[in-house]
């Protein structure tokens, strides 16, 4: 039923008790307002009133009395105050009113259209000032009751048509509103355990609505102040991107919402390029904040999530590169020619692959985004990118490390190793010396992860033998650099079998990261013999005495005693334990005879 339908039912129903008892309170309201001018007093009847009405449907919700008494009295309330209500008496109501009849908005769909309409009425003739305060205490007092997106909804709506209202230091005002906006929405969102839940979609069109006020409002300004709303708005879009997918996913039912939050994008002067390399974000931050950065941002703690998030949809959707008016192959063939693009596109990523609470869907896309990006190998590295380098190395290893929690937390075989696919391309284009201190900080980061240790450690086995490969295809092979023999990979293996802490590495736990430490010093020790490589530490006497008394004898007491033990107890006990140990002892003995050989042709052993 429209609002007017419904209003032209209430006159037949005139006589009804509670409408003479809410025409009575307003009676009163108004003769108290113009007798003392006590505001606070005239309005607590009415107030009183209205909270007896939403007693009863609380302590009945399914009662269908109580809900058509309840659009009764809203119905005649709207009628009203947008026709016979003193504006003096309407400025009273109006610093209460929306925070009580909002509360009505669940009780029906009805009640709520009314609720809407109520609000809006006295957001049009009231100071817009202090409307937007009004509003902002109701939402900020709501989000500690309520979590469901009903309640909240009409006074979102309320507070986009102020903003359009403002008149004076518009940019100042919608920047005190924004985060009262955000904290609502993300405190709806994480209390959510109903995705599919309608209201969401009324709860983000009036978020919409909020952003498209203040495009409008943007359109009225000057040049310096136009720039500054445009900033905020994008922060806000950027904001909303990376909110709407912790509670959405990448469902179909998202894109919708997707594609009308990208459409600000351009208007905003936020194009692709600088938001997956996030280069645009600090200029903008400074724009809005000025020197309030710090405590301004923490409202906005998802904006280089939802940076990422931005791009990463367009990959996922063309229709959503169109409504940001990007061709997403462009984008990518720019980070494919800039090998610093690229480092900056991934230290982006590593905000929205990092998070606890963005779903594994967006994470899956991410990936193959970033797989997208490099051309399947590294080119050649510049002396000014390898010192360039050094600046992005803190986030190129937290980038890493994000991809790590990929590979070690989902689920799905195909996501991980697309997962791994993606940190050896990213680790691979890296130069060499930054590429070893980042190896090197993972291992230690990884002391629980042992099959992660792993893997690190088959990749420097990898990397090893690439360089082998090329020192034998090269013609001057006296004067090719080694880019990864150049380092101690023995100081990588080292962490392993002879940890920082102290004595042998923590069997069985460790097993999968020993046994890989050991193939690795194997594989060392087989290729030096081969060729004329004795500058390689691997084979130098100290080293090979260090390994043999420091790191294998250790581990053979170590491995030979646990054994031994598990002989004293069941059968399935021995074998469990003997399976356990069998890569370790695979690869540590002929460790050791290959050690003792070299040794014993020094005249050392």
Not at 161 to 182: G, N
Not at 445 to 462: F, R, Y
Request: glycine share 4%; charged share 20%.
């Amino acid at each position: 039923m429209k609002v007017q339908e419904m209003c032209d039912s209430s006159i037949s129903s005139a006589h009804h008790p509670l409408v003479l008892r809410l025409h009575e309170t307003l009676t009163n309201c108004s003769k108290i307002v113009a007798e003392t001018g006590d505001i606070p007093k005239s309005v607590a009847d009415v107030v009183g009133f209205l909270n007896s009405i939403l007693d009863d449907v609380v302590s009945d919700p399914e009662s269908e009395s109580f809900k058509e008494n309840t659009l009764l009295v809203l119905t005649e309330l709207n009628l009203c105050i947008s026709s016979s209500l003193d504006e003096t008496v309407l400025d009273a109501l109006s610093f209460e009113l929306p925070e009580v009849v909002a509360q009505f908005a669940s009780v029906s769909d009805k009640c709520r259209e009314m609720v809407e309409s109520v609000i809006n009425h006295i957001v049009s003739t009231s100071n817009p000032r202090d409307m937007l305060a009004i509003l902002c205490e109701a939402l900020d007092s709501h989000c500690k009751v309520f979590q469901e997106p009903v309640y909240f909804t009409p006074l979102l709506s309320g507070l986009a048509r102020v903003f359009l209202r403002i008149e004076r230091r518009k940019f100042e005002q919608i920047k005190v509103a924004l985060p009262v906006v955000l904290n609502v929405v993300k405190s709806v969102v994480a209390e959510s355990d109903n995705e599919k839940d309608g209201h969401f979609e009324e709860l983000f069109a009036r978020v919409l609505n909020i952003a498209t006020s203040m495009q409008e409002v943007s359109q009225q300004m000057e040049a310096k102040d136009k720039e500054k709303l445009k900033s905020l708005l994008g922060l806000f879009v950027l904001e909303m991107m990376a909110i709407s997918h912790i509670l959405a996913g990448v469902e179909l039912n998202c894109i919708s919402l997707v594609v009308q939050l990208s459409r600000f994008l351009p208007i905003c002067g936020f194009p692709y390029i600088c938001l997956i390399t996030g280069s645009t974000l600090q200029n903008v931050t400074s724009i809005v904040c000025g020197e309030d950065d710090d405590d301004y941002m923490k409202s906005f703690p998802l904006i280089k999530q939802g940076a990422s998030i931005s791009v990463i949809w367009a990959h996922i959707s063309d229709e959503v590169g169109t409504a940001a008016e990007e061709d997403l192959s462009v984008i990518k063939h720019k980070l494919q020619s800039s090998r610093t693009k690229r480092w900056q596109a991934v230290g982006m990523l590593k905000y929205l692959l990092s998070s606890t609470d963005q779903p594994w869907e967006v994470k899956n896309h991410a990936i193959e985004f970033l797989l997208s990006i490099f051309n399947g190998k590294a080119s050649e590295i510049c002396n000014d990118e390898e010192e360039e380098c050094s600046s992005y190395t803190p986030s190129l290893l937290a980038a890493l490390q994000a991809i790590q929690r990929v590979i070690i937390f989902t689920s799905g075989a195909l996501v991980r190793n697309k997962a791994f696919s993606a940190f050896k391309m990213v680790l691979a284009d890296i130069p060499s010396d930054q590429r070893f201190d980042i190896i090197k900080a993972l291992i230690i980061l990884n002391t629980n992860a042992p099959s992660m240790i792993g893997l690190l450690l088959g990749l420097v086995k990898e990397m090893v033998y690439e360089d082998y490969q090329l020192v034998r295809e090269a013609e001057n092979s006296v004067h090719l650099k080694f880019p990864f023999w150049n380092f101690n990979v023995l100081e990588l293996l080292e962490l392993v079998l002879r940890p920082p802490k102290g004595g042998p590495p923590s069997l069985p736990e460790q097993n999968d990261a020993v046994s890989a430490a050991l193939t690795v010093y194997r594989f060392l020790l087989m290729i030096a013999s081969k060729e004329e490589t004795s500058y390689i530490e691997a084979l130098s006497e100290s080293s090979l005495r260090k390994v043999y008394s420091e790191w294998l004898l250790p581990l053979r007491t170590l491995v030979s005693g646990m054994v031994e033990e598990s002989k004293d107890g069941s059968s399935q006990l021995e074998i469990e334990i003997n399976c356990s140990f069998l890569p370790v002892m695979s690869n540590l003995y002929p460790c050791i005879d290959l050690v003792e050989d070299k040794l014993k042709n020094l005249g050392s052993l």
